[in-house]
């Protein structure tokens, strides 16, 4: 498994700014993955992110609105740009270590509330 | 269409008293079943990965179980603190993305 860590752990944000989520993992990964999870909802995939080339987005996500980087195995940002109160919910990070597994482990979520 | 299943949507149970969450799932391939738990504002923790119609994976009072049409988490003799939302996600074959189930909601009354 993998130890993943997050940052901040919660926010609370006003309508028109941005905020960056920070995941941090305690070794390198090959895929790293972004969820929203709206409350009382299950998970959605924003887009999935490996180091060296442009994040792959979902339907419904765009990359103004989210921006991503990799910059290296064990580190990724997700940008929650321009937010509206729509915009409320946890945002999770994930890692597939890609070491034949296929285990996704998650991080401890980032818990945002837009004003 | 794919599509994965969770039922009830929520469950109250007395401490002591076995149950069991079903998933079901309509893929064209499965490449693994996961089960995850989820504390409240906390993110999912995983418990097991099942592969293969028939296999079978335990850890302490939690078991799960796979068919070529659903799996099941029996919990024996739950305890309050296995109160959670269990969340259960599949993967195709050749694609890495989870698809996830709405979640069951356990209460276990002490």
């Known amino acids: 498994s993998a130890v993943i860590s997050q940052k901040p752990s919660r926010d609370i944000c006003q309508r028109g700014t941005s905020l960056t989520i920070q995941c941090q993992v305690d070794?390198?990964?090959?895929?790293m993955f972004w969820y929203r999870q709206q409350p009382g909802q299950s998970l959605t995939l924003i887009a999935t992110?490996?180091?060296?080339?442009?994040?792959?987005?979902e339907s419904g996500f765009v990359i103004d609105k989210f921006p991503i980087s990799r910059p290296n195995l064990t580190f990724s940002t997700l940008t929650v740009s321009n937010m509206s109160p729509e915009d409320s919910s946890i945002y999770l990070c994930s890692v597939a270590p890609g070491t034949g597994e296929d285990t996704q482990y998650f991080g401890p979520g980032t818990r945002l509330t837009v004003l | 269409e794919d599509q994965v299943t969770q039922s009830p949507e929520a469950l109250r149970l007395q401490e002591g008293e076995s149950s069991s969450l079903n998933c079901s799932y309509t893929?064209?391939?499965?490449?693994?079943l996961f089960w995850y738990r989820q504390d409240p504002g906390k993110g999912p923790e995983f418990l097991f990965t099942l592969y293969s119609a028939g296999e079978e994976k335990e850890k302490e009072r939690l078991k799960a179980t796979l068919t070529k049409k659903e799996s099941f988490l029996h919990i024996t003799a739950p305890k309050p603190e296995d109160s959670a939302t269990y969340l259960c996600a599949v993967q195709e074959n050749s694609n890495y993305q989870l698809i996830w189930g709405a979640g069951t909601k356990l209460i276990i009354k002490p």
């Open positions: 992110a490996n180091q060296g080339s442009e994040a792959t987005y």
């Open positions: 070794s390198q990964v090959t895929m």
């Open positions: 893929v064209s391939g499965l490449r693994g």
